[in-house]
């Protein structure tokens, strides 16, 4: 799957969910005399537009980057990249489609939770938010009644700090992603 460009091969290219964005990750087996990564996504995989920017680390041995694009959720994206070498030459990547789904699209936003306050992002009704420690216990239920859209639910202030898993259920499904309370 690799794109070999001059002294540059690209290993891995991923797009996926991570903490409300969707993360662009690339690894390079070696890489030379390159200038920087540009960033592009499109909504219909012909009209791209830039996302940003990350210099080439120009390690003889490759490298890892990151990037994170924030994404509203309605809709799938495709993502490439835009080589640029040391004299100004570029050349894309075959594009990575990713895909909005019912999963990725029940979000907590921030992960981390230093304001008392969980932030959930619902496109589909649920019955009930729960709150469990590592331990399994539940610290808090509340009842969505089916609430969609920005959900704020409070937190104790008494709350410790640490790792918490948040559970959304429904009739139908549970959707459960991971926290950290600071």
Do not use: C
């Not at 001059?6 to 200038?35: C, F, H, M, P």
């Not at 680390?57 to 640029?84: M, P």
């Not at 489609?97 to 999963?103: E, P």
């Amino acid at each position: 799957n690799g794109q070999g460009f001059g002294t540059l091969r690209i290993t891995y290219l991923k797009a996926q969910s991570r903490n409300g964005n969707v993360g662009i990750t690339w690894k390079t087996d070696k890489e030379e005399n390159l200038r920087e990564y540009e960033i592009e996504s499109s909504s219909d995989g012909r009209y791209y537009k830039n996302l940003g920017f990350i210099p080439a680390a120009n390690n003889i041995n490759g490298d890892v980057y990151q990037f994170e694009n924030t994404v509203n959720y309605t809709d799938s994206a495709f993502y490439r990249l835009k080589i640029v070498d040391a004299n100004g030459k570029w050349l894309y990547t075959e594009p990575i489609l990713y895909k909005i789904n019912k999963t990725t699209a029940f979000l907590i936003y921030p992960s981390v939770i230093n304001s008392h306050t969980i932030n959930v992002f619902l496109n589909d009704s649920f019955d009930f938010i729960e709150v469990i420690n590592m331990n399994g216990e539940v610290l808090l239920k509340q009842n969505l009644s089916g609430k969609t859209g920005k959900v704020s639910i409070p937190v104790s202030p008494d709350m410790s700090a640490g790792i918490y898993v948040v559970q959304l259920r429904n009739e139908s499904r549970t959707i459960i992603q991971k926290i950290v309370v600071q």
